[in-house]
């Protein structure tokens, strides 16, 4: 299961098994309740934040409170949670001009500071937590911008937009890094729809892979 949920302009996204699902991000808490009545039937058991920008994270804390789950995020942005100027944020076309300034703006905005239990790294099984799903690493965007791979899916944070067409991160943290996730994600066969923080999702024309047998 995938479930898309529309909280403004930001997605957020429950995926895995019902009973056993991760919630992608939490949007700002003028959505928590929203999101915790789908995410209560939905059996959440863990919440992941792409990255430590308000916009994503700003009902976490509230929503781990009333779900009574962790939530987990990279080390790196951990810091972006009190204070949404600890990292660099840049933009090299207009429109990501234009969305900088926006949120320079919101980044400006305090807002609860969730209490993060677990520190996910590129390639952590979500089991651990009783919930589905892999990390995937997805830096530049912010120093620790992540996403989740799902049943050939990858819920990409801002890593990639597709509000006008698909592109990697409108703002970013580091240049290169951006590039590279966003390459990451089309170059890898095993992802055949990318669901993302802003916009529609990005859709590849890709089989699922076969496996083949292991020779004895």
Do not use: W
């Not at 990390?135 to 819920?155: E, F, K, M, P, Q």
């Not at 890094?177 to 992802?191: F, G, L, M, Q």
């Amino acid at each position: 299961m995938i479930e898309r949920i529309s909280c403004g302009n930001v997605n957020c996204y429950i995926v895995g098994e019902p009973g056993r699902c991760t919630l992608v991000d939490t949007a700002t808490e003028k959505y928590s309740d929203k999101l915790y009545a789908r995410a209560k039937a939905a059996g959440v058991r863990f919440i992941v934040l792409t990255h430590g920008h308000g916009d994503h994270a700003g009902g976490a804390a509230k929503l781990s409170a009333e779900l009574g789950v962790p939530v987990g995020m990279h080390a790196a942005d951990i810091p972006l949670l009190s204070d949404g100027g600890a990292q660099p944020a840049y933009a090299d076309t207009f429109t990501g001009r234009v969305l900088l300034r926006m949120t320079r703006r919101n980044l400006s905005r305090k807002f609860p500071v969730p209490c993060v239990t677990a520190e996910l790294v590129d390639g952590l099984d979500l089991s651990a937590f009783g919930a589905c799903g892999v990390v995937y690493g997805l830096r530049g965007h912010t120093l620790g911008s992540i996403g989740v791979y799902y049943d050939n899916a990858l819920i990409a944070g801002d890593a990639a937009f597709n509000i006008l067409a698909p592109c990697r991160a409108k703002i970013y943290a580091d240049r290169g890094a951006a590039d590279a996730s966003y390459e990451r994600i089309n170059s890898d066969t095993n992802v055949t729809v990318a669901y993302v923080g802003h916009g529609r999702p990005i859709f590849f024309d890709r089989p699922r892979p076969v496996m083949k047998p292991v020779a004895e």
